[in-house]
């Protein structure tokens, strides 16, 4: 994926929604590798540290960065509604059931699918793995797309719209929909959860989907915890890691209890 205060904001997008209306800082999340292989089982404890440096490592920087800063929080400040384009209809099917997992997993995110794209801001737009390159040049611009091949060679990719308050205004998200089930869902999962502020891929938290060494295809445990702090009332777009931080305490004693009701995990 492309990240969080990134790609698109650097050059002219012409046709991106990430171009129209403002002068914002664009993030296009990151590209997915797919050379992982799923984990055997899925770790579900995990200690304060280990959350708390995977949410620090995902909620601030950007894998590909061209405008913006990066050192703050960025996430939506309010409802967050997705439509998707394209032309298979058990893909989209697959993306409600998706958008209504994240919906139930993460506390204060209020998501859910929208009637129509006017009514979206965050757009989901699926395309054959052959159209992918036609698609990235539509959205971004030959120049840009050549770079995005070059460097990410993407299967699937985000990027976000932020104001100057890092507040997220708009996301899109390609997805490729004929590589196999296990390949779509894990690029919609991370692709549309890195649409919604961790747009930052690291190499360095083996629990994270935000890792493009991991596959997953669900909505794990450990990044309920990442999104279930990103979107908890007390962290703000713009904050800052040291503001964070000292928050951290208080919002993950929160996000523990609820994390751990939901999948059913000793408190």
Request: proline fraction near 4%.
């Amino acid at each position: 994926m492309i990240t969080g205060a990134a790609l698109a904001a650097g050059g002219a997008a012409p046709g991106s929604t990430e171009h129209r209306g403002t002068e914002s800082t664009h993030a296009p999340a990151s590209v997915h590798k797919h050379h992982g292989k799923r984990a055997k089982a899925e770790r579900t404890a995990f200690s304060d540290q280990e959350i708390v440096e995977g949410f620090l490592k995902t909620a601030f920087g950007a894998e590909y960065h061209l405008a913006g800063r990066v050192d703050r929080i960025r996430k939506y400040n309010g409802p967050v509604r997705v439509f998707a384009e394209g032309a298979r209809h058990d893909r989209k099917e697959q993306i409600a059931a998706i958008v209504a997992d994240v919906a139930a997993k993460v506390q204060h995110l209020d998501i859910a699918m929208a009637p129509s794209s006017s009514a979206a801001n965050v757009t989901i737009n699926l395309v054959r793995d052959r159209d992918l390159y036609r698609t990235l040049t539509s959205s971004y611009g030959a120049e840009r797309a050549r770079e995005i091949r070059s460097s990410l060679d993407p299967q699937c990719l985000s990027g976000f719209r932020k104001n100057e308050a890092y507040e997220i205004e708009h996301s899109d998200v390609i997805l490729t929909v004929d590589n196999g089930d296990f390949v779509f869902f894990d690029c919609a999962y991370e692709e549309l959860l890195q649409s919604l502020g961790p747009i930052n891929d690291t190499d360095q938290v083996p629990w994270t989907m935000f890792n493009d060494n991991v596959q997953m295809g669900y909505f794990d445990v450990f990044d309920q915890y990442i999104m279930n702090i990103l979107y908890h009332p007390l962290i703000r777009p713009g904050m800052t890691v040291p503001e964070v931080k000292a928050l951290l305490p208080e919002v993950l004693a929160d996000v523990r209890r609820f994390v751990a009701r939901i999948n059913k995990l000793p408190q």
